[in-house]
């Protein structure tokens, strides 16, 4: 009888450690985008991210997952990782020490980032930025937050999801990887999608529309319909406008303020003639 081939792992890394591991853990790729998480809950990992284009493109190597379960590096026989808050007051905070001890298992190439509704907004821009890097660890803070020691002593940057309040980071960890990871190439099967997606020129997405023509009334618009793709592009384009100076006029002052006023230019234009031609006259 043949033994059954063993398969090969390519470019998996393989990590000593002290501690023994769980028997079903997630391979690591060699050079791949990696993501640190220090949780008290590693179990919620991969949650979503295993599902879908996410979930493949982890099995398959393109990203490596790496959860630091902070409660194996608590204090004392019950493994305390928080304590009392300084100066009094309601909840509990994770102590310096312990959470420096988990970051010392962490890739020190890697970027820190905290998850904090105190953060600057996570956006766009800084999802791209970081799927163009290495990859970036994350802390999933808890009860009343960190101890502000750690975060200063580590240069930890503080990133929020919203103006909300979690019970914890996890969920806002999975939001920031799958944001992020999504960049990554070949994750996606339609990279260009990303160039029309939300965000992707400082707009918000125009509607979409399929099968079938007519739904409950409602028509598709006849111009998305006509076959004509330069007035369809111009329509996605008004539409896009529309929505981002009606829903976000935030998002609408910074981009007119990267857009070039084409009669304003010709204005400038024509005075930088007006001028010319004074001063050559002056000139004779």
């Known amino acids: 009888m043949s033994e059954a081939p063993t398969k090969s792992h390519g470019r998996l890394t393989i990590r000593p450690s002290l501690k023994p591991r769980e028997l079903i853990t997630e391979p690591q790729v060699k050079g791949a985008w990696t993501v ?5 809950f590693p179990e919620a990992f991969p949650g979503t991210l295993g599902l879908s284009l996410t979930g493949k493109a982890l099995a398959e190597g393109l990203w490596n997952l ?3 379960p902070l409660r194996e590096h608590g204090i004392g026989k019950h493994r305390n990782v928080d304590d009392t808050p300084a100066g009094g007051g309601a909840g509990m905070v994770i102590r310096p020490d312990v959470m420096a001890s988990a970051l010392d298992q962490a890739d020190p190439r890697l970027p820190v980032l905290y998850l904090s509704p105190r953060g600057r907004p996570f956006t766009q821009a800084r999802a791209r930025a970081l799927a163009e890097g290495p990859g970036v660890t994350l802390i999933c803070g808890r009860f009343e937050g960190v101890d502000q020691r750690v975060l200063e002593a580590r240069g930890i940057e503080e ?10 980071g996890e969920l806002a960890a999975q939001v920031l990887i799958d944001a992020t990871v999504r960049l990554i ?7 260009a999608s990303l160039t029309e997606e939300s965000f992707s020129e400082g707009l918000l997405e ?3 529309y399929t099968r079938p023509a007519e739904w409950e009334g409602r028509r598709i618009p006849d111009v998305v319909m006509s076959g004509n793709h330069a007035a369809i592009a111009a329509w996605r384009r008004e539409q896009a406008e529309s929505l981002t100076k009606e829903r976000r006029p935030d998002l609408w002052r910074a981009f007119a303020e990267t857009q070039v006023d084409p009669t304003k230019d010709r204005q400038l234009s024509g005075a930088s003639d007006q001028s010319r031609g004074y001063r050559e006259h002056e000139k004779d």
């Open 36 to 40: 640190n998480i220090v949780t008290l």
């Open 159 to 168: 990133v929020s999801i919203g103006d909300y309040v979690l019970t914890g």
């Open 66 to 68: 790496r959860t630091i």
């Open 185 to 191: 190439p070949r994750v996606l099967g339609n990279q």
């Open 206 to 208: 125009h509607p979409h």
